[in-house]
Nanobody
Framework: QVQLVESGGGLVQPGGSLRLSCAASASIFSINRMGWYRQAPGKQRELVAHITIDGSTNYEDSVKGRFTISRDNAKNTVYLQMNSLKPEDTAVYYC?????????????WGQGTQVTVSS
């Protein structure tokens, strides 16, 4: 089992910045991929960004150049730095972990943190 605890959400004005943190209960070296998803009211949950165990990253097109995902292996924590925030970034942001063991995929989710971009 991997427990994920997010923090760092809040209310910010358009053009502002926030940094989300996701602390894992297990060593992130044991997790194949970690990422951030978001879900806005009335919409499906979508991938924002993910980072693999070897440091490769992938971003949803609308956040490229504005958001940066990173990891601190010593703290078992993954971050999402969000700059130039827009009202359409408003959503609940969820941390996600994918662990592959003997060809089985185990997926874990955090409880979510609200990000609201509004003037």
């Amino acid at each position: 089992q991997v427990q994920l605890v997010e923090s760092g959400g809040g209310l910010v004005q358009p053009g502002g910045s926030l940094r989300l943190s996701c602390a894992a209960s297990a060593s992130i070296f044991s997790i194949n991929r970690m990422g951030w998803y978001r879900q806005a009211p009335g919409k499906q949950r979508e991938l924002v960004a993910h980072i693999t165990i070897d440091g490769s990253t992938n971003y949803e097109d609308s956040v490229k150049g504005r958001f940066t995902i990173s990891r601190d292996n010593a703290k078992n924590t993954v971050y999402l730095q969000m700059n130039s925030l827009k009202p359409e970034d408003t959503a609940v942001y969820y941390c996600n972990a994918l662990r592959v063991r003997q060809n089985y995929e185990y997926i874990y989710w955090g409880q979510g943190t609200q990000v609201t971009v509004s003037s």
